[in-house]
């Protein structure tokens, strides 16, 4: 088990810098994903862990041990790549036993490692198979067994998944946590997928071109976003921003008006609220809008019936999107005007320039809880 540590990380290709000041620790042990959006330094910050590219400037350690000039195969670290990277005249073993044999390990014990690797992944049957002959997901746990055979002190995933329909990767984000659970092993993800950020990490950076917005885990992200660009970014469908002015504040909350509405909102203790006038965004999102006979007017573009839920796609009289998020199918005309409400204290607020100045309280006690039974036994 190893800690592995980013420390004022910077990279530069000539003039374009694409990381910049970027200091995380990822616990020994734990799963961190980076997640942002396309181009924001994703696969570069990866490279650079693995060796395949250098840092301009800053840091890598694991355990404590400066590796930022030591060659990739030096560093304890497997990297697997969205694209698999098999070798395609290859078997299925062969390509597992890859690295074992540049590394010159007895053959014996390469086999040994194979057979385990292969077990883990459910690819025994398929061992003397070449990579043309296996479905997309199979592939991709040819190339993790590729990276587990190695022992690795550190996993680095780089959208391992995006390749394969979105069912499958439902069901691969599921193997990939419980292989993690198993194998105990520090692992770095990165994704443009939010959900799968959110489903399988302890903790998750949130990347925006080259820099962290903010680490935390996946409830602190979706809760207590600390920039507009976070809430954005975590939870689908995406928080609603609604444009308006603080018209009164005190030490205890802030009056805003959204489309001629006054909302009183609490603000964090120690926040300072803009002044009156200033402009800020309210941010609510879907799921906690509901039908409201006094709540703001909003014309009804499309329903997405998605079967568990449906989403209200409506618009305000000044053109300002709102979602609604609510269980079940829902009964309502295309173009009809209606209320929407929301608790005020299920709001985020956030100043022009993005920052939040309040950031939803969720009480823990609010979280449902799942006892074990008495025998642990779920048959
Ligand atoms: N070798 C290079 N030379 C010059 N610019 C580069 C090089 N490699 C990456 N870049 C630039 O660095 C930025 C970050 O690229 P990177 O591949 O790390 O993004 P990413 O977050 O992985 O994106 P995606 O989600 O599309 O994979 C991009 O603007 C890219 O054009
Ligand atoms: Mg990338």
């Not at 395949?52 to 840091?59: C, D, I, N, P, Q």
């Not at 950031?359 to 779920?378: E, H, K, M, Y």
């Given at each position: 088990m190893s800690e592995l540590t980013l ?18 620790t990822v616990g020994s042990g734990e799963f961190a ?12 910050l990866l490279?650079i862990i693995a060796g ?8 890598i350690r694991i355990d404590?041990r400066?590796v930022?000039?030591l060659?990739p195969?030096?560093r304890g670290v497997a990297m697997v ?66 990276a587990i055979?190695r022992d690795p002190k550190v996993f680095l995933f ?22 993690h659970?198993?194998l105990g092993t520090t692992m770095v993800y ?190």
């Open positions: 420390h004022e990380v910077e990279k530069r290709f000539g003039n374009t810098e694409v990381l910049r000041d970027l200091s995380l994903s980076f997640v942002g959006p396309s181009g924001c330094g994703k696969s570069t490279r395949l590219e250098r840092a301009t400037t800053g840091e404590g400066d930022g000039r060659e195969v030096d790549f969205q694209n698999y990277a098999l070798y395609p005249h290859m078997t299925v073993r062969q390509n597992i036993a890859f690295p074992l044999h540049t590394i010159g390990l007895p053959r014996q014990e390469v086999e040994q490692k194979v057979a385990e690797a292969a077990r883990t992944l459910r690819l025994t049957d398929r061992l003397s198979h070449k990579p043309a002959a296996l479905s997309g997901g199979q592939r991709q746990r040819v190339a993790i067994g590729r055979v780089d959208e391992p998944l995006s390749n394969l329909d979105a069912a499958l990767r439902g069901e691969m984000r599921i193997e990939l946590a419980e292989l659970a198993r990165v994704t443009h997928d939010q959900v799968e950020a959110m489903t399988m990490s302890d903790r998750i950076a949130v990347l925006n071109a080259g820099r962290i917005e903010q680490v935390g885990t996946p409830t602190e992200l979706y809760h207590h976003p600390s920039t507009r660009f976070v809430a954005d970014f975590i939870g689908r469908p995406a928080m609603n921003m609604l444009t308006g002015q603080a018209t009164a504040t005190d030490n205890n909350g802030i009056t805003v008006s959204i489309e001629n509405q006054e909302i009183r909102v609490p603000v964090d203790p120690g926040a300072s609220p803009p002044k009156p006038g200033s402009a800020v965004t309210l941010g609510v999102r879907p799921e906690n809008v509901a039908p409201a006979e006094t709540g703001l007017r909003a014309e009804v573009q499309m329903v997405e019936y998605l079967g568990g839920v449906s989403v209200i796609h409506a618009r305000t009289p000044s053109g300002q999107r709102l979602a609604a998020s609510l269980p079940g199918a829902v009964n309502v005309a295309r173009h009809a005007v209606v209320g929407f409400g929301f608790d005020p204290t299920d709001t985020h607020l956030f100043t022009p320039q993005g920052m939040a100045f309040r950031r939803r309280a969720v009480a823990a006690a609010a979280l449902p809880t799942f006892l074990p039974t008495a025998d642990g036994d779920a048959s």
